[in-house]
């Protein structure tokens, strides 16, 4: 019998396996077929060791068949074994013959009657060849034995991490199923271990046949995916990655590599694997491709994937919002450009409970950090939001869930949570992330690197004092937050416009806050109450600027029930209060509010409200209540003053210095403050300044020593900042360059008084032509005394009409008029005094100059009139 095959397999250098042509619907036969009439030493196995030269002799034989085409000839079969002995033929040589040449085979005793079949002369004078030559197995016995491990000696683990990550030349000596075979590793020692390796990352069907008290299974594609991987490496020399110990630590995970390419990718891509969760992540090279490739075939929907179905997205399954709280470390509610909120958790991700005690909270294992992790990173931003999944109603969610990848930019929050060990992944074959892979991957690195729950250290717990307990326990916590200036805090809940409960991580404490100064509308508790109006519009407002936002806060008083009452600065410049009340959500409280040294930002910010017509002052008349507070009959008398302009803060809103005894008596003082630092600049010991304390101040400008009012103390540079009472400038400087004031130098009145221009809206710095308009004003009035015509006083800030004598003696031309004359400041026609007869000359100046700036298309009026909206008529 003869015929033409591939050779499988080489088991020894005189046996083969040979695989006929595979044919439709069914797998190729295959026929183990002896080499006749030589003898080539036999491999060992676990219960005895090589002959000499065996693996050699295989090594060549196996490099010289596997996976070639070769013609054969059966000689005879024997009777009790079935085997087979014959020839093979490749390029029409006797591969036999090969083998004798090249002395990996010895010439077996030929039987006379067989003689006449073989070519004798030619095999003993190939075995003569090569034993000259000490060829193969005729050479040194000593040279021919290898060291062969059949099973691991000592623990996988340290096997593993010994060897981890380098790529160890292999060859797979037996297929099992298509992701699982056997390999003979060469070692770096020259030693060879055979191991069962699993190919990381995905799963073929199983065949389980043969053993013992098991029941045989062949999953569908079982057999096919077999046969695809030994075509492709059986008795292939490959490169194999070990990268993890299976579960019953026997065996292996870890990748193979191939010049032909990555067996893995194409069992997957084929249809004949599917993409395992469990070793994933552990994949080198990291898990995509795979991924690509199983998407591939679900596609084409081959093989094992010949029923998938695609899952539906849905319409708005992708969008951008902005994120306005953090529920807990795994569940977020954000809130879309038209204002809908919705709820959205993070898919996969399983963040830490909380469990509560009697008295306080203790937070077990790293829940506060988990959302706290999100709170930084999340509040106030703007995300991109995939949904990937909808959890069904269930007794934990009574309503459907929607979980979803959160990027802020690139950066998928999720995976970052869990890289930090702040969360677990959990494992599902239906619902799942679009990076699911990554989140294994995170996973897997965060449990390697014994971060967060993954440390062996005890989790963290927290226990919060409750500052506002009772009203008591506020009164001994109150001394404390008031020496200490501005303190951070954590916005944790806002229960009104108003009223908050905060978090001071520093101090371990939480508390209650109360917005001084003001007065903010209710909102209802229940759903039985009515909320006041214009409440819950505050509640809004409030909540979408600060909810879990980092704040500062300055505690002044305490209410009844224990509440700090204090002003709170988001982006430690912006007055909460302040804006509440510029948006008419809320209303001035004038007891409170004139004890507060925040005083004028407060009314100034009622007065734009008012302005404005916002929101609960939309249908009162500004002016109509102007004219009830000012009587109209009395004449105006007006305050005549000499002052120089010492700060310019806007173009618009300065400090000025009243020319009168006290200026001379502040150039003296500053003579004798000199003087004593120079003889003493240094502070005592322990010395902290308060907040709101006159204290002496080196200006950093200068180097020379003023008084100073302090701001705020800013902790974290160990530095303050300071507002020059006798000038009006501030800055922030070290705690190095103020001293306490000596008390013979605060007897002097503070020189620097506040001030704006009457009648007319001059723009902020940061608005267009704010720094022109601010720029025009410090040409008109640096180093010269002006005349200052006191309008009115509101809350220790003057409202000035300057003139500057030099330059005119005409007294209806002020420097205010001549702002607007160059189209850098508007008329204020809702200021109030503005519509007393005695004050009509100067406002129809104004409006004169305004009219000239207008025609001319100068600077506020470039595009046009700015002003159309106003209604000047009743000027």
């Not at 002395?103 to 009657?113: C, F, L, Q, Y």
């Not at 239906?430 to 062996?456: M, N, P, T, W």
């Not at 416009?497 to 508390?511: A, D, Q, T, V, W």
């Not at 800030?797 to 330059?807: N, Q, R, S, W």
Request: proline letters at 4%; a neutral charge; charged letters at 30%.
């Amino acid at each position: 019998m003869s015929g033409k095959a591939t050779v499988k397999s080489v088991l020894s250098a005189d046996m083969v396996v040979l695989s006929g042509r595979p044919r439709p619907g069914s797998l190729p036969a295959t026929r183990t077929l002896g080499l006749n009439y030589i003898q080539a030493p036999k491999l060992g196995n676990k219960d005895r060791p090589d002959e000499p030269f065996a693996f050699a002799a295989r090594n060549f034989l196996r490099k010289l068949l596997v996976g070639k085409e070769v013609m054969f000839r059966v000689d005879y079969t024997v009777p009790n074994s079935g085997r087979e002995y014959g020839a093979i033929f490749l390029n029409q040589e006797n591969v036999a013959h090969t083998l004798v040449r090249e002395g990996w085979a010895d010439v077996r005793e030929i039987r006379t009657s067989d003689a006449e079949n073989v070519d004798v002369e030619a095999l003993y004078s190939y075995k003569a060849e090569a034993q000259a030559a000490k060829r193969g197995i005729w050479a040194d016995n000593e040279s021919g034995l290898r060291k062969a491990h059949y099973n691991l000696e000592g623990d996988a683990e340290e096997f593993l991490q010994k060897y981890k990550g380098q790529q160890l030349t292999a060859i797979i000596e037996n297929i099992r199923d298509g992701s699982t075979v056997r390999v003979c590793l060469t070692l770096p020692n020259g030693e060879y271990q055979y191991i069962t390796l699993m190919i990381s990352g995905i799963r073929a069907p199983i065949i389980r046949q043969g053993i013992a008290n098991t029941e045989d299974l062949v999953e569908p594609f079982a057999e096919e995916a077999k046969h695809f991987v030994e075509t492709r490496l059986l008795q292939r020399e490959v490169r194999v990655i070990l990268e993890m110990v299976g579960q019953s630590g026997n065996n292996f995970f870890g990748s193979i590599l191939h010049p032909a390419g990555n067996i893995a990718e194409a069992l997957v891509s084929t249809g004949l694997a599917k993409v395992a969760d469990w070793s994933i992540t552990h994949v080198t090279g990291g898990p995509t491709a795979l991924r690509e490739a199983e998407r591939k075939a679900q596609a084409q929907k081959i093989r094992l994937w010949q029923d998938h179905v695609a899952k539906a997205k849905g319409q708005d399954h992708e969008f951008d919002s902005t994120v306005v709280r953090v529920m807990t470390g795994d569940t977020i509610i954000v809130r879309g450009i038209k204002g809908q909120e919705r709820k959205v958790r993070l898919s996969n991700i399983k963040a830490p409970t909380r469990l509560a005690q009697q008295r306080g909270v203790e937070i077990a294992s790293y829940d506060y950090e988990a959302k706290e992790f999100l709170r930084k990173r999340l509040i106030g931003k703007n995300v991109h939001i995939t949904i990937d999944y909808v959890k069904p109603p269930s007794d934990q969610f009574p309503e459907p869930t929607e979980c979803a990848t959160v990027k802020v930019g690139e950066i998928n929050v999720g995976e970052q949570l869990v890289l930090k060990g702040l969360a677990d992944v959990i494992k599902s074959r239906d619902d799942r992330s679009q990076y699911y892979d990554q989140l294994l991957v995170a996973e897997a690195k965060a449990k390697e690197e014994g971060k967060g729950k993954h440390s062996a250290k005890e989790p963290p717990k927290y226990k919060w004092s409750d500052a506002s307990e009772n009203a008591a326990k506020a009164k001994q916590f109150l001394p404390f937050f008031q020496r200490g200036g501005r303190t951070s805090a954590i916005v944790e809940y806002v229960a009104n416009g108003s009223r908050f409960k905060l978090i001071i991580p520093k101090e371990n404490c939480k508390m209650t806050f109360v917005l001084g100064g003001l007065r903010c509308p209710r909102v209802a508790r229940n759903a039985g109450e009515k909320s006041e109006p214009f409440g819950a519009e505050a509640l809004d407002f409030i909540s979408r600027r600060c909810q879990q936002r980092e704040v500062e806060i300055e505690a002044e008083s305490l209410d009844k029930t224990g509440g700090f009452i204090g002003t709170m600065w988001l982006n430690k410049t912006e007055n909460v209060a302040a804006q509440l009340l510029e948006e008419g959500l809320a209303t001035i409280h004038n007891y409170s509010a004139d004890q507060s040294k925040y005083s004028n930002q407060l009314y100034a910010a009622e007065r734009a409200a008012k302005e404005d017509r916002k929101n609960m002052w939309a249908n009162i008349d500004p002016n109509a209540v102007a004219e009830e507070e000012v009587d109209t009959t009395k004449p105006i008398k007006k305050e005549y003053l000499d002052v120089v302009v010492s700060e310019i803060v806007s173009g618009g809103h300065f400090y000025v210095q009243i020319i009168n005894q006290n200026i001379q008596g502040l150039e003296k003082m500053m003579s004798e403050l000199g003087i004593h630092h120079k003889q003493s600049s240094k502070a005592p010991e322990n010395w902290k300044p308060r907040v709101n304390e006159i204290v002496s101040a080196k200006f950093t400008e200068d180097g020379e020593w003023y008084r100073a009012k302090v701001i705020r103390n800013v902790a974290e540079s160990k530095s303050v900042e300071v507002i020059y009472v006798d000038y009006g400038n501030s800055e922030t400087i070290p705690l190095s360059r103020v001293c306490p004031l000596p008390s013979q130098f605060s007897s002097l009145p503070q020189q620097a008084q506040e001030a704006v221009l009457s009648f007319v809206k001059v723009p902020e710095l940061k608005d267009d032509y704010g720094v022109e308009a601010s720029n025009r004003f410090r040409d008109m009035v640096s180093g010269r005394q002006l005349v200052g015509v006191v309008e009115q006083r509101e809350h220790n800030v003057m409202h000035l009409t300057l003139y500057d004598p030099a330059i005119s003696e005409d007294p209806d031309r002020s420097l205010n008029a001549e702002l607007v004359r160059d189209g850098l400041a508007t008329i204020n026609n809702k200021t109030r005094y503005a519509r007393h007869p005695g004050n009509q000359n100067l406002v129809s100046k104004l409006q004169e100059s305004m009219a000239l700036a207008k025609r001319e298309r100068l600077n506020l009026f470039e595009y046009g009139d700015i002003t159309a909206d106003d209604d000047d008529s009743r000027y």
